[in-house]
């Protein structure tokens, strides 16, 4: 059977896209739609969340996709915000460390193939004494392959979300909790973009790997295939607000330290864990708890400051750690992350030298290389950036 045509030819589409390519650039800009190489929109509106900086932050992903059969290569990112200022802007060296072919990391590039698509994991950072853009605009430039021509297109406009985030209490007590792979330009959370059921989510966009150190700086001492060599093991944990338990579990064993797990079933990956709603669409994660230690279950009712657990190192861990995030459903990998601030705490320093020092530290108990705050910053409502070193007060 001969279908009968009701609107424009797709090929007569892609010969009016080569056509507009070589076109000379028009006097004014056109009026109507414009044919572009490329399409790009945000996965998912950016929440803007007070750092342990005192600036506004916007961690979020745009995908761009390269619809022609020619090879684009991306030059430069300005993200402008309503009134068309430049908050932010990537160039082409900066997009090749951001862009990844599929949202995978280890696949960054700052190019696509015919018909390839890639993310931008985007980290915008808003002056404390600046206003909070309403909405966001990507102005993005490159060259096209198939037109033998650089473009420049502003795409993928969104919102940014103002709404203050939940304030919540300490998970941990104590001093010397050293916030790992957090916000907002650490790999392993930042870009964990899983695809599930057919779309894309970033559970872990402001998830913190909670370690502790000791008065040496160092995370373990002793036999690191022992999880009581660990300065966090066995540190109790606290729920960060009134809620209700959603989920939880609390029969796997503790991994051995040194390296993650193999084959590890994607419900295992938590470990024994416990997701609480504090407030409708707000849920929170506490992860790789000790076996026989969570104490709530589906339908408790726990309130803030009440003991849920204990550290372990179950599910997909190296190491004792307490991992905690805020999402906007009631799974850990099948949602949004959200982020959040805490009440009151003491920032007494951090490590300068980046997310491959604690990672020495560690792999080998050695001391993390640490620049201290003398006196210590006194913190309220907001997020401790990344491997600050925390002291909580309850």
Request: glycine share 10%; with cysteine.
């Amino acid at each position: 059977m001969r279908m009968r045509s009701s609107g424009t030819h797709p090929g007569w589409v892609f010969a009016v896209l080569g056509l507009a390519w070589l076109a000379p650039a028009a006097a004014q800009e056109p009026a109507g739609p414009r044919l572009t190489p490329i399409v790009a929109y945000v996965l998912s509106a950016p929440h803007a969340v007070r750092g342990s900086d005192g600036a506004q932050h916007l961690v979020y992903e745009l995908q761009i996709e390269n619809i022609t059969d020619g090879r684009i290569a991306l030059k430069r990112l300005v993200v402008r915000d309503a009134g068309g200022a430049a908050v932010g802007q990537l160039d082409t060296q900066e997009l090749g460390t951001r862009f990844s072919l599929g949202g995978r990391r280890g696949s960054e590039t700052s190019a696509l193939d015919s018909s390839q698509f890639g993310v931008v994991f985007l980290h915008v950072t808003i002056p404390k004494t600046a206003p909070l853009p309403s909405s966001l605009t990507h102005l993005i430039e490159g060259y096209s392959e198939k037109a033998h021509r650089d473009f420049s297109f502003p795409l993928a406009p969104t919102k940014v979300v103002s709404t203050e985030p939940l304030v919540l209490g300490a998970p941990l007590h104590g001093k010397g909790y050293v916030a790992a792979d957090g916000c907002c330009d650490s790999m392993r959370h930042v870009r964990a973009l899983l695809a599930l059921d057919g779309l894309f989510y970033l559970g872990q966009r402001f998830a913190i790997d909670w370690e502790k150190i000791d008065s040496d700086a160092r995370i373990y001492k002793g036999d690191a295939k022992s999880t009581g060599s660990y300065r966090i093991y066995g540190e109790p944990v606290f729920a960060v607000a009134d809620g209700t338990v959603v989920a939880s579990r609390n029969d796997l064993d503790d991994q051995v330290p040194g390296k993650l797990p193999e084959g590890l079933a994607l419900d295992e990956v938590d470990g024994n864990f416990a997701i609480i709603e504090l407030r409708p669409g707000i849920y929170a994660l506490y992860a790789h708890m000790r076996k026989g230690s969570v104490t709530v279950n589906a339908g408790a009712h726990v309130h803030r400051g009440e003991q849920i657990g204990n550290v372990g190192n179950t599910g997909n861990t190296q190491a004792p750690h307490l991992h905690f995030q805020l999402m906007d459903a009631p799974s850990a990998l099948a949602a949004n992350g959200l982020p959040y601030v805490f009440e009151e705490y003491q920032v007494t320093g951090i490590d300068p030298a980046g997310t491959a020092d604690f990672d020495r530290a560690e792999a080998t108990g050695e001391r993390m290389t640490l620049r201290p705050y003398k006196p210590p910053m006194e913190e309220k409502a907001s997020l401790p950036l990344d491997l600050s070193v925390v002291t909580w007060s309850k």
